[in-house]
Each structure stands twice: as structure tokens, then as C-alpha cells.
């Protein structure tokens, strides 16, 4: 099936440093999506993404998070400061459309985020 | 409560068995994911459904939009089944735009 690459696989940061998460998306998909799972638990949406603007984003979304897509590169999450509780598995994911038959999600491997 | 409640939280068949999980919505979906989250925390599409069934192999699964549940039905359990499934469902465009997932039933099959 399609592909969603995601990089690093895994990154381990000092607290209060920032860190940039990586995510291409399957090539002609135009919704992209972050979520963050804590130990193999609930995946927990925490944004989406399209034309070039946030259209949802969730009360994990902290102001320390944001995402971008500069010129159809990778989708990135950047959080600034980094703490303690963003350490999770992130895990992008895109889809073609939103609703109707052509809103399947694919969904990458994920990055193990560690904060120390 | 959760908007999407999955069932069982946890299940262990023998090989060979068949057995169902469930997912109800208190939200209005209009679209379902089944997914598998394997060992290596990979998550593998099962089905996407509008209000309908489908089936893949020893796998079928079917969403009633009227009744708000999903089921995934796993015939002849194979022990590379195990894992965790997920279901999530999609509210209607025009609405927000946030998928929800359960909480995953977590399925261990045994020789």
C-alpha cells in the first residue's frame, strides 16, 4: 500500500531543547495528520493539516508545538521548548481527501521521541 | 465518556477460533478505520468503510452508520493476529476535522 516515511526513527533530546520530527507523506495526498501515542496506548490526534493551514488541532496541541509543509516538502512537527511529557511515539499519517471514500488514513512508523 | 468505545479491552483465543470485536460511536461517523498495531508498533490498514461490509481474507468487518458501531469479525485465528486493533472513526465533512480512535482491544492468540 502507500508509504509514509517518517525520520528520525528515533531521537533523544534534553529537556527544553527543540526538536523537528520529519514526515513524507504519500506523494498526492493532501491531508496530513500528526498523532502521539504514550507506550503502545490510545493514538491521540493532534493536528491536522491542509493547504497550507491547521484545520483541527487538539488540546495536546500545546503552543509549544507547530507543524509546516514549506513547498510541498516534508510535513515537520516542531516543538519548542521540548518537556518531559512529549516523550511518546509520534506518528504522522496522510489521506487523499477528508470524508467520502478517499479519506482512508495511511500512517507512518512513527519516531520514538525521548525527553531526558 | 469516549466517543469511541472498543470491545473487548483485551482477548485471547487459541488458534484456529473465530471471535468479534466491536466499536461503538457516540459520534457521528461517517467513515471507520480498522488498524492493526503489530509488536513493532507498526500500524497496518485493515479496512476503511463507509456504512457497509467488507472482507479480506479471514478478516470481514462491517459499520452501521444507524446504529453507530463497527464490528471486525477474525475467522481462523492465526498467531500472527496478535496485536493490537484499533478501530477510529471520522466525523462529517462540515464538522471538525478530527479523527477518533479507541482505546484498542488488545488480542493475544495462542498455539
Known amino acids: 500500500g502507500p508509504k509514509v516515511l517518517q525520520i528520525p526513527s528515533h531521537q533523544i533530546i534534553d529537556m527544553g531543547q527543540m526538536v523537528t520530527l520529519n514526515c513524507d507523506p504519500v506523494?498526492?495526498?493532501?491531508?496530513f495528520y500528526w498523532y502521539k501515542q504514550i507506550l503502545g496506548q490510545q493514538m491521540e490526534f493532534l493536528v491536522n493539516?491542509?493547504?497550507?493551514?491547521?484545520?483541527?488541532k487538539s488540546k495536546l496541541f500545546k503552543d509549544q508545538f507547530s507543524v509546516e509543509r514549506p513547498d510541498g516538502s516534508y510535513f515537520t512537527l516542531k516543538i519548542q521548548p521540548t518537556a518531559l511529557e512529549d516523550s511518546a511515539v509520534y506518528f504522522c499519517a496522510s489521506s487523499l481527501a477528508w470524508g467520502g471514500n478517499y479519506a482512508e488514513q495511511f500512517f507512518g512508523p512513527g519516531t520514538r521521541l525521548t525527553v531526558l | 465518556g469516549d466517543k469511541v468505545k472498543q470491545s473487548p479491552s483485551a482477548l485471547s483465543l487459541q488458534e484456529g477460533t473465530n471471535s468479534a470485536l466491536r466499536c461503538n460511536f457516540s459520534?457521528?461517523?461517517?467513515?471507520v478505520q480498522w488498524f492493526l498495531q503489530n509488536p513493532r508498533g507498526s500500524l497496518i490498514n485493515l479496512f476503511y468503510?463507509?456504512?457497509g461490509t467488507k472482507e479480506n481474507g479471514r478478516l470481514k468487518s462491517t459499520f452501521n452508520s444507524k446504529e453507530s458501531y463497527s464490528t471486525l469479525h477474525i475467522r481462523d485465528a492465526q498467531l500472527e493476529d496478535s496485536g493490537t486493533y484499533f478501530c477510529?472513526?471520522?466525523?462529517?465533512?462540515?464538522?471538525?476535522?478530527?479523527?477518533?480512535f479507541g482505546k484498542g482491544t488488545s488480542l493475544v492468540v495462542h498455539p
Open positions: 459520534i457521528a461517523a461517517t467513515t
Open positions: 493539516f491542509y493547504n497550507g493551514k491547521v484545520m483541527e
Open positions: 477510529a472513526a471520522d466525523p462529517p465533512p462540515g464538522g471538525n476535522y478530527k479523527p477518533t
Open positions: 468503510l463507509v456504512p
Open positions: 506523494s498526492n495526498h493532501l491531508y
